[in-house]
């Protein structure tokens, strides 16, 4: 059963009517309507305008953004000071190389330092496709809900992309967003609610005996699995826990008890990720059997996205087949 | 300057290297080559060059003063307490527990230090945002890095170097404390650093090499700097780690000690002794 007040698209299990976009481009226009709302916002980019959608914001406000070349050390730095001056600056490039290269100059610049940057991860997880392993970054939510002071945000879809980037743009805080490279099915609508740190059962299961809680292009083959378990009599639940960090405790524990089970779900790295996050919270609060689904401490590879998705799992029918064998 | 204004700021120099004698030594751990050898320049800045205002540390107008290398931290703290930051007693708190002066600069623990630091190599960026910030609201304030010579390792500062040169920053001077020591040794057998000036130059920066001893000299040099119009200016600041104290001086062991209880006493009568130089040569 779909939860109606959060107004998904009526469509939402006949995915060929949804409209495809990508959580950048979701990102690129959120970018745009933060900089008309907030003249404080400028945007910094890594020599990849393009692939993160940057260039429409440097078309619309040249004069707000700055380019650094490949240096994603010194994107971090130079964030941090703008930030301590009082801008909102968007640090830009893939996700594999910020967080992932410049991890500790965001720890003491930006983290320990408390200034309001907001790093942009693009492409991650394996729906990177073709580029391979070394640019399917699949470690950046454990490496940046760890540290102190961040809001770790990964959105399900293009649109709730485009919102997560207008909260944390005005959230005063030092912010990850998390994107994709690949088009996935935008499921949420503008009347879609979001806000930091709450997080929505986007589908209720009869007498649920599994629930799965999952972030990114994940939530939407979740929903489309706990369609597809309905027919086979399995009442499946789902949460989309968009925000990682600050982690909604009671939310996920409220949701946990409804179920016997707890799957989790994620492009990423098991170890550390948004299944651990989940996994600290329920071993305090509600101690449950845990599935997780993700990357089993191996690296991606070339390929086609939807090849790679399925290859891992990451689909509706990867995520089936891992409940029912779960329940056999 | 006038020969009098000169020899005040040699003599506040001397009181605040007295200062860091005295908290090294209370703190018990902590550097000590690094801050004597830029008392004099943190003088020339916090009594002669900064616009700042001590009782209200986050005026807007302020220039920023960024301290990369975070761990000679000391010079800072006594500099700005004899500023006028806060009383000359906290000063005995470095490094303990609850204190505002921690081991390494924290942003949030004491108003007035402009960044947070201590892993090397990051202020010169840090520095360059907030002199874009502040280009992109048309204001004129200046923005002022000090980094190590042994900093100069780490490729994120030329990442930063590259950066300010492109985008003209000219309103951003760094300044290098070229002391040639490093925890390891002399920078030059450490990880040479070669052609200095030539580095920095062929990264679009106007060099000044001065004696960061001479206050005059540098004082001169920062407002050398302010006249460059096209470029960030880069002041390359000889300068000798452990100044002041004969038997510590040029010696890199010093570099990530503090003095014992009765180091401090001869260390101390050492700058009684200069201070008594001081004056006497000012008065010829």
């Known amino acids: 059963m779909i939860n109606q007040n959060i107004h998904l698209n009526s469509n939402l299990f006949d995915t060929d009517k949804l409209d495809q976009a990508a959580t950048r481009d979701g990102f690129g226009k959120g970018l745009v309507e933060a900089g008309e709302a907030n003249e404080n916002v400028v945007a910094l980019c890594a020599d990849l305008a393009e692939s993160t959608r940057a260039h429409w914001f440097k078309e619309q406000f040249p004069e707000r953004y700055v380019e650094l070349g490949v240096a994603e050390q010194n994107l971090a730095a130079v964030g941090s000071g703008l930030a301590n001056y009082g801008k909102i600056p968007f640090i830009m490039s893939y996700a594999a190389f910020s967080p992932g290269r410049n991890w500790e100059q965001i720890r003491s610049t930006i983290t320990l330092n408390d200034v309001p940057v907001k790093i942009v991860g693009a492409h991650a997880g394996v729906s990177v496709g073709p580029d391979g392993a070394t640019h399917q970054a ?86 489309l699995a706990a369609e597809a378990l309905k027919h086979d009599g399995v009442g499946v639940s789902v949460m989309n826990l968009s925000t990682i960090k600050p982690m909604n405790e009671s939310a996920v524990a409220d949701f946990a008890r409804t179920v016997d089970i707890i799957v989790t779900a994620e492009e990423h790295q098991v170890a550390g990720g948004m299944g651990s996050a989940v996994a600290e919270v329920l071993a305090k609060h509600e101690p449950k059997r845990m599935v997780f689904i993700g990357m089993q401490d191996r690296y991606g590879e070339s390929g086609d996205p939807d090849e790679l998705l399925k290859h891992f799992g990451f689909t509706k029918e990867g995520i089936v087949n891992r409940i029912k064998e779960e329940l056999a | 300057m006038t020969d009098e204004r000169i020899k005040e700021l040699e003599l506040k120099a001397n009181d605040i290297r007295m200062s860091i004698i005295d908290m090294l030594e209370d703190a018990g751990s902590g550097h000590t080559a690094g801050p004597l050898g830029m008392t004099d320049i943190f003088t020339a800045f916090y009594f002669e060059l900064l616009n700042h205002d001590p009782q209200n540390p986050d005026w807007d107008e302020r220039d920023r003063l960024i301290l990369s290398n975070g761990h000679i931290v000391p010079v800072r703290y006594a500099t700005m307490a004899h500023a006028g930051y806060f009383p000359l007693e906290e000063l005995t708190t470095l490094r303990k527990f ?187």
């Open chain 2, 98 to 284: 609850g204190s505002r002066l921690q081991g390494h600069p924290e942003r949030h623990k004491l108003p007035g230090v402009e960044n947070t630091s201590g892993p090397l190599g990051t202020g010169l960026g840090q520095a360059a945002g907030m002199a874009l910030g502040l280009r992109m609201d048309g204001k004129k304030n200046r923005v002022y890095c000090l980094t190590g010579d042994g900093e100069l390792d780490c490729g994120n500062i030329w990442e930063s170097a590259m950066f300010a040169g492109h985008h003209k920053l000219s309103h951003l001077t760094a300044v290098v404390d070229r002391n040639n020591i490093q925890i390891n040794g002399f920078t030059e057998n450490v990880m040479s650093l070669g052609d200095l000036r030539g580095k920095w130059e062929s990264f679009g920066w106007h060099v000044i090499e001065v004696d960061g001893h001479n206050i005059e000299s540098f004082v001169d040099a920062v407002h050398q700097a302010h006249a460059i119009q096209e470029k960030p200016t880069c002041i390359i600041a000889h300068t000798i780690p452990g100044k002041g104290i004969k038997e510590i001086e040029n010696e890199f062991e010093w570099h990530g000690k503090p003095p014992g209880a009765e180091e401090e006493q001869r260390f101390l009568k050492e700058l009684r002794t200069l201070r008594g130089k001081i004056e006497a040569s000012h008065a010829q």
């Open chain 1, 138 to 223: 699949l470690e950046d939510i454990a490496t940046m809900r760890v540290l102190p002071n961040m809001t770790v945000v990964v959105p399900a879809d293009s649109e709730e992309a485009r919102k997560a980037t207008l909260a944390i743009a005005e959230n005063g805080k030092p912010s990850y967003i998390r994107l994709a490279r690949a088009k996935t099915p935008v499921f949420t609508t503008t009347a879609t609610p979001f806000e930091i740190g709450k997080p929505q059962v986007v589908y209720q299961g009869q007498h649920p005996k599994v629930g799965i809680i999952a972030c990114g292009s994940l939530v939407y083959q979740s929903i």
